[in-house]
């Protein structure tokens, strides 16, 4: 009766391991989805930014040496 307990109670616990990193991987798995919004919003600012600079320049019509 000791050798099912055991494995009944091993099987528990590899499911419970097995459920804690799940929960750890989807918590950073959303971590990074997040910084990855974070950075292309940002890439899309410096974007405009560099744009409306050029169209600065551009307006001016001077060139660069």
Same mark, same amino acid.
């Given at each position: 009766?000791?050798?099912?307990?055991?494995a009944i109670a091993l099987g528990f616990?590899? !499911? /419970?391991v097995l459920g804690t990193? /799940? !929960?750890r991987v989807f918590v950073e798995a959303q971590r990074?989805?997040?910084q990855v919004t974070r950075t *292309?919003?940002?890439i899309?600012? $410096? /974007?405009?930014d560099?744009?409306?600079a050029a169209e600065r320049l551009a $307006? *001016?019509?001077k060139t660069l040496p």
């Open positions: 009766m000791f050798w099912p307990m055991l616990l590899g !499911i /419970a990193l /799940a !929960i990074l989805g997040h *292309t919003e940002r899309n600012r $410096a /974007a405009d560099l744009e409306r $307006a *001016t019509g």
